[in-house]
């Protein structure tokens, strides 16, 4: 292999309405992209922060020069991690996705391959996604419930973890009766409140609750699993691909996403492990555009659910190429991640 370079830009996204979870409520999104070059060659990755997993734009542009020394050898991209950890052990996770994502799809397109056969993976085809109505008034939630159905969107997700959570409820399944429904509490209610949630959770049609108490309550899960008449999915209590042993006693699934894990390749050993233990997958993602969301789909296919809205929920996504039927996402073609900067 030539001569190397990795090079990188921030951008601010922007979604084009407010997108509120129980946390917080906002509407621009820094993200980076990494950019490896060889051998005439480049491929690419997004690195979208997320202050719940410790981390920032700021925390993003602070150690990106020292982790993109590591990227060296695109073809190592195996061994790509090994040497980001030696570097900044723990931590930083979606920087050291942009950096294995820039790695796999420059050996792929070297190749002259996508991605996901790169991997060896020939994955069936890709769940419908849902699209996500966020926290809000709830007379934008129901607008947002009833343009997306208008749409042609047949999953919806739902931002709870208010004091309006059955108001909120009652009236997407006015706006959206026939839809799949499902629900996600972002680590928002107590144990009693969750409890009580249940009978209205299965009175409304919900297929499953997301993340209902505290990240760290694996107890509490546990618990409210064996009451629980829908199943529960990990996303708050999921940081790292050692956690999904634990999760399996407390939690029916788990929601992947490549920001948070560390990348592709740790995306796909967790699922892996899930799958040990007997545990339904949903590959998730942030808030990122269709270069993020594309990587999460070269592994979706392997997945019971889809939540890769990410991109849709934005105004100025700077990546085009992903082919969208309503939810239905096909997986990408062409090679490396199948997608091309505007």
Wanted: glycine share 12%; net charge negative.
């Amino acid at each position: 292999m030539g001569a190397v370079t990795v090079r990188w830009e921030t951008l601010e996204l922007h979604t084009a309405r407010p997108f509120g979870i129980a946390r917080w409520t906002r509407s621009a999104y820094p993200r980076t992209f990494v950019i490896f070059e060889a051998d005439g060659v480049t491929g690419r990755g997004e690195a979208a922060p997320n202050a719940f997993y410790g981390e920032t734009g700021g925390t993003v542009a602070a150690v990106l020069p020292l982790l993109a020394q590591a990227l060296t050898d695109g073809w190592d991209w195996d061994g790509l991690r090994g040497r980001l950890e030696a570097r900044m052990p723990g931590g930083h996770p979606s920087v050291k996705c942009a950096l294995e994502m820039a790695a796999l799809e420059w050996a792929a397109c070297s190749a002259g391959v996508p991605v996901w056969r790169l991997l060896g993976l020939s994955p069936p085809k890709i769940p419908e996604s849902s699209f996500t109505v966020g926290l809000g008034p709830l007379e934008e939630m129901r607008r947002e419930a009833r343009e997306a159905v208008a749409r042609g969107h047949g999953v919806l997700k739902v931002k709870l973890g208010t004091a309006e959570d059955e108001a909120i409820l009652e009236a997407l399944r006015e706006e959206a009766p026939h839809v799949s429904l499902r629900v996600d509490a972002n680590a928002a209610w107590t144990r009693p409140r969750a409890r009580r949630m249940l009978g209205v959770l299965e009175a409304a049609g919900v297929e499953f609750v997301e993340q209902p108490l505290a990240a760290g309550d694996l107890e509490g899960h546990a618990e409210l699993r064996r009451l629980s008449p829908l199943p529960l999915v990990a996303d708050e209590s999921l940081h790292h691909v050692s956690d999904v042993p634990a999760l399996a006693g407390a939690f029916d699934g788990v929601n992947l996403k490549l920001a948070k894990l560390g990348g592709p390749l740790r995306a796909l050993l967790a699922l892996r492990l899930a799958r040990t233990h007997g545990m339904s997958v949903m590959m998730g993602c942030m808030i990122e555009s269709s270069l993020g969301i594309a990587a999460a789909a070269h592994l979706a296919g392997l997945c019971d659910w889809a939540d890769l809205d990410g991109a849709l929920l934005l105004a100025d996504d700077p990546f085009t190429g992903l082919e969208w039927t309503a939810g239905r996402l096909e997986r990408p073609g062409g090679v490396g991640w199948g997608v091309e900067r505007r």
